[in-house]
Nanobody, 123 residues
Framework: VQLQESGPGLVKPSQTLSLTCTVS??????????WMWIRQPPGKGLEWMGA???????YYSPSLKSRTSISRDTSKNQFTLQLSSVTPEDTAVYYC????????????????WGQGTQVTVSS
């Protein structure tokens, strides 16, 4: 399974950040797979943001739930992250990842990772 993130590298404060993860070598509807978004701000550790299961069920980090939405387009084999009302604190490298199993907020359980995409929030 290969994953590739795409989206704008620069977002203005208060806008909505939108990233897409394109999956190849497997289907996002394959039973028991979970697909997640995780980010790493500069100088900090990984922060799990949320996940979407093969069934379409979604799960979010409590700290980001009010601003985060994860959806999917099965016809394109893609899943998308939207983060609203961004601030400079949302500047980070954003990754999509996958695992065979129920979703988890533990990044080490995810076997497949995209290369990551840098997103900077600045006016």
């Amino acid at each position: 399974v290969q994953l590739q993130e795409s989206g704008p590298g620069l977002v203005k404060p208060s806008q909505t950040l939108s990233l897409t993860c394109t999956v190849s070598g497997g289907s996002i509807t394959t039973n028991y797979y979970s697909w997640m978004w995780i980010r790493q701000p500069p100088g900090k550790g990984l922060e799990w943001m949320g996940a979407i299961a093969y069934s379409g069920s979604t799960y979010y980090s409590p700290s980001l739930k009010s601003r985060t939405s994860i959806s999917r387009d099965t016809s394109k084999n893609q899943f998308t992250l939207q983060l609203s009302s961004v601030t400079p604190e949302d500047t980070a490298v954003y990754y999509c990842a996958a695992r065979q199993g129920h979703y988890s907020s533990s990044s080490y359980l995810y076997n497949y990772w995209g290369q990551g995409t840098q997103v900077t929030v600045s006016s």
